[in-house]
């Protein structure tokens, strides 16, 4: 019976600890959380709104529980999201700032043309699954 992330069509899977390998029948790949792979496989092709649903709502749910566990006050709950927010916008400047090497008021127009041109030699002759 054919298996599907999305609209992809799964070829073979194989595990690898707590990851999944997936070999699209297009030929490309991906891993996965093995949480995650039985949550959003399914065995028919589904929208990209469905897979999101699929991988958003157990989140959601967590994080409902977590909410009821700590007897948090409704009246945090948009707090807890705004600084839930800041922290994940934080992290992604870090992040950025790393692997460009620079501030993105120091960044400059070679500096994109040198990253657009490593990761183009980097993808050749390799399939992705997006």
């Not at 019976?1 to 707590?18: F, N």
């Not at 028919?44 to 709502?57: C, E, G, M, T, Y």
């Not at 800041?86 to 043309?113: P, T, Y």
């Amino acid at each position: 019976m054919a298996s599907y992330i999305g609209q992809k069509r799964i070829e073979s899977y194989s595990d690898r600890g707590d990851r999944i390998a997936v070999v699209y029948k297009n030929g490309s790949t991906e891993t996965f959380k093995k949480e995650l792979f039985e949550e959003i496989k399914t065995s028919s092709p589904i929208d990209a709104n469905s897979l999101q649903d699929k991988r958003v709502f157990p989140i959601v749910k967590m994080i409902l529980e977590l909410m009821l566990d700590w007897d948090i006050k409704i009246e945090d709950f948009e707090y807890i999201l705004s600084k839930t927010r800041q922290s994940v916008e934080e992290g992604l400047v870090k992040a950025n700032e790393k692997l460009w090497g620079n501030k993105i008021h120091d960044r400059k127009f070679s500096d994109v043309d040198k990253v657009l041109k490593l990761n183009q030699n980097d993808n050749q002759g390799t399939k992705t699954g997006n």
